[in-house]
């Protein structure tokens, strides 16, 4: 079974603290995405990234950065959170170019900020 | 990238009725089709997906959806459904050259006795 793990299901920060949400697959997957999902808006993306050391933009940035250091694992960064952060995250993975396309989604992380 | 409207946010029904939650997505050569289940505090599962072939496509959990290209839509259905299928469903169309997927705002099923 594919397995996508999030370091926290609950976390609570203040306004301008930096947070790290982390996300490890097992799958050897090139491919992993970072969502947030709000009531009524469905799931956003984020950052995807394609593979090791690469990022690209979704559809709402702003207020976040990412980083992949090793294949299994991608980091989530909100360098000052603001309350308009409070959100679950969802990572996700999948395979590159051949795969089935699908995506493998973790826990999700429920961030508050105050 | 392209688009995809869940029409209904809500849909309650009793239980052993049957429900079809409605999926359209924006046009495009070729479709790649996703339905997603997420129950309470959990992260999203894969139910079924369309890549080609048959239109009819069997999930898990008893859902089946039907790709129609001609009215650009990918409704999931279920006969009879169950308290457990109390959950949120997303539809969701991938976007290809970019490898990502775009996800309806999703519906909420609410299955009661």
């Known amino acids: 079974d594919v397995k996508v793990t999030q370091s926290s299901r609950y976390l609570v920060k203040r306004t301008g603290e930096k947070v790290f949400l982390e996300c490890v697959q097992d799958?050897?997957?090139?491919?992993m995405f970072w969502y947030r999902q709000d009531p009524g808006l469905g799931l956003r993306l984020i950052y995807f990234?394609?593979?090791?050391?690469?990022?690209e933009k979704g559809d709402i940035p702003e207020g976040y950065s990412v980083s992949r250091e090793k294949k299994e694992r991608f980091s989530l960064i909100l360098e000052s959170a603001s309350t308009n952060q409070t959100s679950m995250y969802l990572c996700?993975?999948?395979f590159g170019s051949g795969g089935s396309y699908e995506q493998y989604f973790g826990p999700g992380t429920r961030l508050t900020v105050t | 990238a392209q688009s995809v409207t869940q029409l209904d946010s809500q849909v309650p029904v009793f239980e052993e009725a049957p429900v079809e939650l409605r999926c359209n997505y924006s046009?495009?050569?070729?479709?790649?089709l996703f339905w997603y289940v997420q129950y309470p505090n959990q992260g999203l599962q894969l139910l079924l997906k369309?890549?080609?072939?048959?239109?009819l496509v069997k999930g898990i959990n008893g859902f089946e959806a039907e790709f129609n290209k001609s009215q650009t839509s990918f409704h999931l259905r279920k006969p009879s459904v169950h308290i457990s299928d109390t959950a949120e469903y997303f539809c969701?169309?991938?976007?290809?050259?970019?490898?990502?997927?775009?996800f309806g705002k999703g519906t909420m099923l609410l299955v009661s006795p």
């Open positions: 996700a993975s999948s």
């Open positions: 799958m050897d997957h090139e491919n």
């Open positions: 990234s394609y593979d090791v050391k690469m990022k």
């Open positions: 046009s495009s050569v070729s479709v790649y």
């Open positions: 369309y890549l080609s072939g048959s239109t």
């Open positions: 969701a169309v991938y976007n290809s050259g970019y490898s990502t997927l775009t």
